[in-house]
């Protein structure tokens, strides 16, 4: 197997406080291959946000990166200088944002912004660049791109901004695209409309993409791989198909309970009974162990180190029900993608709220 784009091991994001850390995220381990959309998804809270921000080098004070490492290809991003990281953002990652209105400015036009991106990050004179926005509003379905890269952003609707966000994101050609709940803001009928988008553009271009997002119909129609988030721990790690059909960790079969669909007869959708930990104060052992149906004394004073589960290399989950199988201690290798589940499987998917993660 090549070597990973992005490998993150033993990742922990906190926040102090006054009154202590708040750990956004706590000890997590991912790997991302060229090519491969790797999904994290979990409930609102859960550190999906941060964990994003931690990979871009976007973590803001009182934030701070604490302990381990993200390589992307094999240099630290957690060692590099400002400038270091600026050069690297645009040119080989970029960032898709949550709310796109909120980062655009309304002061210029949505052609001079992206061509801001591209003065900053090659050296296109300015015919170039312009005939590059063009391109790119065309190619992201904005109907007569020279005349709409002279409006301003609040002449876009909510899923037209969006396009253009990702036309900023993509300008550069970036390697590998950090996508922050690109959908949740938008209605249902553009969410479908963008996610297809970013379906065909990661398929035409090649893109590697690190997916975050509370919906699991989202994920099983985008990703390959996913990784399972909850009180800041990625609590199960493998490709969707798996998971999808036999998840070995008790909060992704939980989280699966509560994607409605089609078929249920039932008169309500299931839900996980109790609310994640304080993040500031998280239990000494198992975060999950409070809402947990499985959990033994073990869960209660230690914390479950990765455990291989299934017959898949890279399938990981940290739960104690797993123990006796090999344990993984650096980071989780990223198993070979798989085809993503049929639409039948998949109905639904909006097992939490859309508030963003923090």
């Known amino acids: 197997m090549t070597p990973p784009l992005l490998e993150v091991d033993g990742l922990s994001t906190h926040f102090k406080t006054a009154e202590g850390a708040v750990k956004a995220v706590d000890d997590n381990s991912l790997t991302l291959h060229e090519g491969e959309v790797l999904g994290i998804v979990g409930e609102s809270g859960s550190g999906k946000s941060t964990l994003l921000r931690s990979v871009m080098g976007l973590v803001e004070d009182p934030g701070e990166i604490v302990a381990g490492s993200i390589e992307y290809r094999g240099r630290d991003l957690t060692t590099m200088s400002d400038a270091e990281l600026r050069e690297l953002r645009g040119n080989d990652i970029s960032f898709i944002f949550q709310e796109p209105t909120a980062h655009l400015n309304p002061a210029y036009t949505v052609g001079d ?14 015919d170039e660049r312009w005939e590059r926005v063009y391109d790119l509003l065309g190619r992201l379905g904005i109907p007569s791109p020279e005349e709409r890269a002279e409006s301003y952003p609040h ?7 969006q396009r253009v966000c990702i036309a900023m994101a993509l300008a550069c050609e970036p390697e590998l695209v950090l996508a922050d709940e690109p959908t949740s803001a938008l209605d249902v009928t553009i969410q479908a409309q963008i996610i297809d988008l970013l379906t ?22 985008t990703c390959d791989t996913m990784g ?10 493998g490709t969707v198909e798996s998971v999808f059909a036999d998840p070995k960790h008790p909060y992704t079969e939980a989280l699966l309970r509560t994607v409605p669909s089609h078929l249920d007869t039932a008169p309500r959708f299931d839900t996980i009974e109790g609310s994640p930990p ?34 898949e290399d890279g399938w990981v989950s940290k739960c104690f029900l ?11 290798s990223a198993p070979e993608p798989s085809a993503p589940l049929a639409d039948s499987q998949t109905d639904g998917g909006q097992p939490t709220d859309r508030e963003g993660d923090r």
């Open 113 to 126: 912004q992206i061509t801001d991106v591209l003065q900053a990050h090659t050296d296109l004179d300015s």
């Open 155 to 161: 002449e876009f609707s909510g899923g037209m901004a």
């Open 200 to 221: 065909e553009l990661q398929s035409d271009l090649g893109l590697s993409m690190l997916w975050v997002t509370h919906d699991m119909g989202v994920v099983a129609e």
């Open 228 to 237: 399972v988030m909850y009180a800041g721990n990625i609590v199960e790690y």
């Open 278 to 311: 304080d993040l500031q104060n998280l239990p000494s052992g198992c975060v999950f162990q409070e809402r947990c149906p499985d959990a033994m004394e073990v869960c209660r004073n230690e914390r479950p180190p990765y455990y291989e589960v299934g017959d």
């Open 322 to 332: 797993h123990e006796g199988n090999p344990t993984r201690s650096a980071s989780p």
